[in-house]
């Protein structure tokens, strides 16, 4: 399958920018048990401890000084309409390697750090590092994908994602609306 040109992304822009902007459809869970695998699932748990239960996101580690999972990345969710416009295909969707999909406006504007969303009774809380594309993305995806998700509309759009952390644990589900939570002036 041929990735779309940097010309054709573009131009898929505007429908991105119409992406709900409060509430929006979870439409794809994906669980990575193992570095390569990918299972796509109608319904996860969320853990505070673990993230998505089953999920190799702990076991795994990242850049913490003891080699530990990173909470601020534990949950990776990337806007449905991007991906259906780089991946073109749904069932290559979970290639991109985020856990969560969903038709929401995942802007810095509309979801900065601090935000949360809840799914049912699970909550997420939107986090700080910034979500971009590697090497696996961009081989699955191509230099023009990559390009496009880190340009400065791409990277103000948050089009490669966000990362989050489970802040009240629950059961989330394919079809499930995920809604925005207004913060609070104090906050």
Same mark, same amino acid.
């Given at each position: ?47 505070? +401890? ?6 190799? *996101? ?28 780089? +991946?073109?295909?749904?069932?290559? *969707? ?50 023009? +994908? ?42």
């Amino acid at each position: 399958m041929n990735s779309p040109t940097l010309i054709e992304l573009e131009a898929g822009l505007d429908a991105i920018r119409q992406a709900p902007k409060d509430r929006g459809v979870l439409e794809m869970i994906v669980r990575r048990p193992r570095a390569g695998e990918r299972e796509v699932l109608e319904e996860g748990q969320l853990d505070l +401890a673990d993230g998505l239960v089953g999920d190799n *996101w702990k076991t795994r580690g990242s850049r913490t000084t003891d080699g530990s999972a990173y909470r601020e990345t534990q949950i990776t969710v990337m806007n449905s309409r991007v991906i259906a416009l780089l +991946a073109q295909a749904k069932e290559r *969707w979970p290639l991109a390697g985020d856990q969560l999909f969903i038709d929401l406006d995942l802007s810095k504007e509309n979801l900065p750090p601090g935000t949360r969303l809840t799914f049912g009774s699970a909550v997420l809380e939107v986090t700080p590092p910034p979500h971009t594309g590697c090497k696996k993305f961009m081989a699955r995806f191509g230099q023009e +994908a990559m390009a496009f998700v880190n340009s400065p509309t791409g990277k103000q759009l948050q089009l490669r994602g966000i990362n989050a952390k489970v802040v009240q644990p629950g059961v989330i589900r394919v079809g499930a609306v995920a809604k925005k939570l207004l913060l609070s002036k104090a906050t």
